[in-house]
């Protein structure tokens, strides 16, 4: 059992009163701790070092994803998963919300208004994949689709494994 914590006892710590917004020791501990067990939630099929580079949001969706083809559809684990990854607005993602039914929108399911930059996903890379994956489907000729990803992200020269990674585990 700990007695002290950063050279506090704990029960004078546990019971003082909190500022807003103040972050203490306990704070940095936990932040810690979460930012280590995400990393440790790396789907099978996607690089750690791809991992590391994703934003919260594209990590919910393809943790998910690798969830779902285990036959997750509990709506618990999205709530859950959603907080561990400090995603907003889950439910922009989801396609079902039914408990024991909930599922993430296949790509066909996304509106463009899911995909604009004033969403959490349409920012991201990933939510750029899932527009090229739309086009793709309605068969733009692949050339254009990578033309259009390279004028739309200036880090598109750098950015070009992770998109292939989560392209290739989607």
Do not use: C
């Amino acid at each position: 059992a700990y007695t002290h914590i950063g050279g506090d006892d704990v029960t004078s710590f546990a019971l003082r009163p909190r500022a807003r917004g103040e972050v203490t020791v306990v704070d940095e501990i936990v932040q810690q701790a979460a930012e280590t067990a995400s990393s440790l939630l790396v789907p099978e099929g996607l690089t750690a070092d791809t991992w590391a580079k994703l934003t919260g949001i594209e990590r919910f969706v393809l943790r998910m994803l690798d969830m779902e083809t285990a036959g997750s559809a509990k709506l618990d684990n999205y709530q859950n998963f959603a907080k561990a990854f400090h995603v907003e607005d889950y439910a922009r993602v989801m396609g079902d919300m039914r408990p024991n039914h909930a599922r993430l929108k296949r790509v066909s399911e996304y509106a463009s208004r899911d995909l604009t930059d004033a969403t959490e996903i349409g920012a991201t890379r990933l939510g750029r994949l899932i527009i090229a994956l739309q086009q793709l489907g309605k068969d733009t000729e692949v050339q254009v689709i990578v033309d259009q990803l390279r004028a739309e992200m200036p880090d598109f020269l750098e950015a070009r494994t992770l998109l292939v990674d989560m392209l290739v585990f989607i």
